[in-house]
């Protein structure tokens, strides 16, 4: 008996249908052109995660929308000109356009960012959030969304049209809408155009709000204007030489210096969940921090991130540039860092000091293994490459009682002048929803405000957060009863997303709402203000600058090198004058601890700019002479 395939006599069918009159054929082409615009939509709907946040789009800024749609139907016909199929260049855009919007709605989930035309140079990495993804989940209305696109798919297949062009003309098709799709997004003059749909071609600087307002597929097409940086004004070698050099070491520099062991340890969302109004916590999770803080200097570091982007002020605490001028979302090390740049291991290296990073997670992420020698750290060890033990509980991640372990162990190898060790955290990384066991909670917390799902989060963000502190307070012990000059310099790089739309604390009244830009001067300080402290097992003999004075993350390093009397630097003395004038400056989120005197500020700013843009993009006019030794 002979098979029978009812498939494929239903696609013989929708065939025969379709291609039996004029007017069926004129439907056919009329659902396969409009296969692209409900292709935008649906890429949008995805990344919105919801219909209501489509919906609200769609009604306040349609214009963005057929924006985003023009990008679908360039490459789209790009597509059909290179393959003649439809149905290929179907599937082909739809596994683009649907892959692109599901990387931004768990990325906002993982780390409260979006995705950015940039973090595509991550896509080596991806395999590295294979633990943040088993925690999340697609909402119901993405799923209906991908039914739909395979639905709307299946039925091209049916059809199957092809694009009654011969094969000479389809060549010359596909360069020139790819040349055009190139243009729309890249070229200036072109970008001048989206106003035409309502749209500014300015790359805006509140991420959220332009993701929001505009949707992910223009949203991401406005971000290709932050790809092209030209040269700041005053940028040339004569002029850098001149300004800087008012900042060249005395020649009283580095006198009386000790040759302490140095260790930076950046301890992942590390951070005081007791300011949440109205929640109380059986033990304090920062008890050790507060002990130590209380007899050495501590105060709260400004980060330039929320929730997310450790890169950034990890960036900023080791090479003292800033990232305010890069863009939103930005990966130095991934982006930028391509040969040797100033850093401040680099600057203890080139006085004999060893160097060396150590992470309890994949060394290859964010290429920080491919980084750091480029930053003077001769040797990078992951959680693979770890002389402690590993120690685990019911949590995803390696204990910090590793970190504490291993820091212990690197300080009591022998180090002819010294050893700066630079380290990084993980047990206290989100998600927290459910990240723990409830039997290894040790710090119980309540609060009559709060969701089950909100209580669910803290407890576990204080079991890691109170593991962290419990390492710190390790670390402290030993040094402390250490005879070898050392010091610590600890802070956390970001507060944790405890739940979407800022949530708990919205909830807590911490902040009054769920939109950035509206946030109060205080309300700004309460979401990325991070405690940090450095201490020394010994006299340094100076005072610390910046005792309870809220710092940016480049200024740490600077502080702690004044403090313990280390050789100056052009940079170091930079940074110092610039904290004088104005300590905190994060122009995303319109924060400036000196407000009075804006061109002294504005100048400052722009002097700092110019030399990280010298490190990172320009000529390396100032870095050339802090590489004798590499």
Same mark, same amino acid.
């Given at each position: ?8 006599? $239903? ?7 379709? #291609? ?5 054929? !004129? ?35 349609? /214009? ?40 931004? +709605? ?14 595509? $140079? ?10 943040? !993804? ?35 003309? @389809? ?39 332009? %993701? ?16 092209? $940086? ?12 001149? +300004? ?21 340890? !950046? ?10 109004? /109205? ?9 050790? +921090? ?21 890169? @950034? ?6 090479? /003292? ?24 291991? @680099? ?13 309890? %997670?994949?060394?290859?992420? +964010? ?106 307070? @390790? ?23 405890? /739940? ?13 709402? *769920? ?54 630097? *052009? ?36 002097? #700092? ?7 990172? $993009? ?8 802090? !590489?004798?030794?590499?």
């Amino acid at each position: 008996m002979k098979y029978m395939n009812p498939f494929h006599d $239903m696609q013989t069918e929708i065939q025969e249908f379709f #291609h039996s009159s004029k007017k069926t054929k !004129l439907a056919m082409w009329v659902i396969v052109a409009l296969f692209p615009l409900y292709l935008a939509y649906a890429c949008n709907s995805l990344a919105f995660g919801t219909t209501e946040g489509m919906a609200a789009f769609l009604q306040g800024n349609r /214009g963005a929308f057929l924006l985003g749609t023009v990008v679908v139907y360039l490459l789209f016909g790009a597509l059909v000109c290179l393959t003649k199929r439809i149905p290929l260049a179907a599937f082909l855009s739809a596994l683009f356009f649907t892959i692109m919007p599901l990387i931004d +709605y768990f990325k906002v989930q993982i780390l409260e960012t979006h995705f950015f035309p940039w973090d595509i $140079m991550v896509a080596k990495n991806a395999g590295s959030f294979g633990t943040f !993804l088993t925690t999340l989940a697609m909402p119901d209305s993405a799923w209906n969304t991908i039914a739909a696109t395979v639905f709307y798919f299946l039925f091209l297949l049916m059809m199957k049209p092809e694009i009654p062009v011969a094969w000479k003309k @389809r060549v010359i098709g596909t360069p020139i809408l790819l040349v055009c799709l190139y243009f729309f997004c890249m070229h200036p003059a072109v970008r001048n155009c989206y106003e035409f749909f309502g749209v500014s071609p300015k790359a805006p600087g509140n991420q959220a709000a332009n %993701y929001n307002e505009n949707g992910f597929l223009t949203a991401f097409v406005l971000n290709f204007a932050s790809l092209n $940086m030209g040269d700041p004004a005053d940028y040339n070698e004569k002029y850098l030489a001149n +300004y800087f050099e008012k900042y060249q070491p005395s020649a009283k520099s580095g006198q009386g210096f000790q040759n302490p062991d140095i260790v930076v340890v !950046l301890s992942e969302a590390y951070w005081d969940p007791t300011v949440l109004n /109205g929640v109380t916590y059986s033990e304090d999770p920062l008890k050790n +921090y507060r002990r130590i803080a209380a007899e050495h200097p501590s105060g709260n570091m400004v980060s330039c991130t929320f929730g997310g982007g450790t890169v @950034r002020p990890e960036f900023e605490i080791l090479t /003292g540039t800033t990232t305010n001028m890069l863009p939103s979302g930005n990966v130095p090390y991934q982006q930028y860092v391509f040969e040797d740049i100033f850093s401040y291991p @680099r600057l203890f290296k080139n006085i004999g000091y060893d160097t060396l990073g150590i992470h309890t %997670y994949q060394k290859e992420f +964010y290429e920080r293994d491919r980084a750091y020698p480029l930053l003077g750290l001769t040797e990078m060890r992951g959680e693979y490459d770890l002389h402690a033990e590993h120690h685990w509980n019911s949590g995803p991640y390696i204990t910090d009682e590793t970190i504490a372990e291993e820091v212990i162990y690197q300080l009591e190898q022998p180090h002819e002048t010294g050893l700066f060790l630079h380290v990084i955290t993980m047990e206290n990384h989100s998600m927290y929803l459910n990240k723990y066991d409830p039997s290894d909670w040790d710090i119980k917390v309540s609060s009559d405000v709060l969701s089950d799902d909100e209580l669910n989060a803290l407890h576990n963000y204080c079991k890691g957060v109170s593991d962290s502190d419990a390492a710190l307070g @390790r670390i402290y012990d030993y040094v402390m009863n250490r005879e070898k000059p050392t010091v610590v310099l600890w802070y956390g790089d970001h507060l944790p997303t405890l /739940g979407d739309s800022f949530s708990p604390y919205i909830t807590t009244g911490n902040i009054s709402s *769920t939109t950035a830009q509206d946030w109060t001067e205080e309300e700004k300080y309460t979401m990325f203000s991070t405690p940090y402290v450095i201490f020394t097992n010994y006299d340094t003999g100076k005072d610390y600058r910046a005792e309870n004075v809220p710092v940016s993350p480049y200024l740490l390093p600077a502080l702690m090198c004044d403090y313990i009397g280390a050789p100056e630097h *052009t940079r170091t003395n930079f940074l110092l004058d610039l904290y004088e004038t104005c300590p905190v400056i994060s122009p995303y989120y319109d924060l400036y601890s000196n407000k009075e005197d804006k061109t002294t500020v504005n100048e400052y700013i722009r002097h #700092h700019e110019l030399l990280t843009y010298d490190d990172l $993009m320009g000529e390396k006019y100032l870095v050339r002479k802090d !590489l004798p030794n590499r």
